[in-house]
């Protein structure tokens, strides 16, 4: 039997509103997760599981001395923080540091490498860019995951690192990526044994995005005081340290020297703030007061 047409009309408009009811659960579940994550993360209460994903290019094979020393059980400090090991333990002293809080922060778990051709997506400067940038570099983190084997959801963080030969023209560090809403970073990583200190620098840098951290560098410029490791020091320059988010050591006036290991690189009370380490109260009385580095 045909329905009388307001009965039709009328389930019509009820289908549209349970359609639009369903599409804003989905949103309102979609961004309570999100914030869970946040969440989760900034509270530092258990260790977090970080997927390290690598990628090759192609089947050139990665040279065996590189990974030897890339990939070797760190001493750090000792070491100075020449090895993709030493990054929890940095992590971990500089939560020490600022905190006075001793355990154990993030954990490593290694995938691959894999083959895998498709080139990441770049990222965007703009607003709109960042969007679709966004959309982009999570539907490629679905395929990466696929291709890697990698199960996505077992993990809050997620790190991609492409590798690449030396010789070959990468902004590496323009190109890399860390983003807190996605809790996932992407880092080009040149297969050089010479380059292997600025590059776990640079991965420490991306991870401290998935925390939340943000960038503390104007173009050349480190921010002030946020992007100094010790802001109170007298005289300012040269620094002794950079901060995890600016990258670089500010020396004198518009010059900055790129850092030689983890052992250079410290979290600034701003980036302790962003990240959770430390609350608001003390960050606004450290920045006010002056306060001298216990260093
Ligand atoms: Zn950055």
Do not use: C
């Amino acid at each position: 039997m045909k329905l009388p047409i307001p009965w039709g009309r009328l389930s019509r408009r009820n289908a549209r509103q349970l359609v639009a009811f369903l599409i804003l659960v989905g949103v309102v579940l979609y961004v309570r997760s999100l914030l869970e994550a946040d969440e989760k993360i900034q509270s530092w209460e258990q260790p977090l599981d970080v997927a390290v994903i690598q990628l090759t290019p192609d089947e050139t094979p990665i040279p065996d001395e590189f990974t030897r020393t890339f990939f070797a059980p760190s001493s750090y400090p000792a070491d100075r923080g020449t090895s993709l090991h030493a990054i929890p333990r940095w992590l971990r002293d500089e939560s020490v540091r600022l905190t006075g809080r001793d355990r154990t922060l993030i954990r490593f778990h290694l995938f691959g490498p894999t083959v895998f051709r498709e080139p990441p997506p770049k990222p965007s400067d703009s607003f709109f860019g960042r969007i679709v940038a966004g959309f982009s570099f999570r539907s490629y983190l679905k395929r990466v995951a696929t291709a890697a084997s990698v199960d996505l959801s077992k993990f809050l963080v997620k790190l991609v690192l492409v590798y690449y030969s030396p010789g070959k023209p990468v902004d590496k560090h323009s190109d890399s990526y860390g983003s807190f809403r996605d809790h996932a970073g992407l880092v080009y990583v040149p297969t050089a044994i010479a380059d292997i200190p600025y590059n776990v620098a640079e991965i420490t840098h991306e991870l401290m995005h998935t925390f939340g951290a943000k960038d503390k560098y104007d173009g050349r410029a480190t921010v002030f005081p946020g992007g100094y490791a010790e802001p109170f020091k007298a005289p300012l320059l040269p620094q002794r340290f950079a901060e995890v988010m600016a990258g670089e050591i500010p020396l004198a006036p518009n010059r900055l020297r790129p850092v030689r290991g983890l052992d250079e690189l410290r979290v600034g009370h701003e980036t302790a703030l962003e990240i959770g380490w430390l609350d608001d109260e003390t960050v606004r009385r450290y920045y006010k007061g002056g306060r001298r580095t216990r260093e």
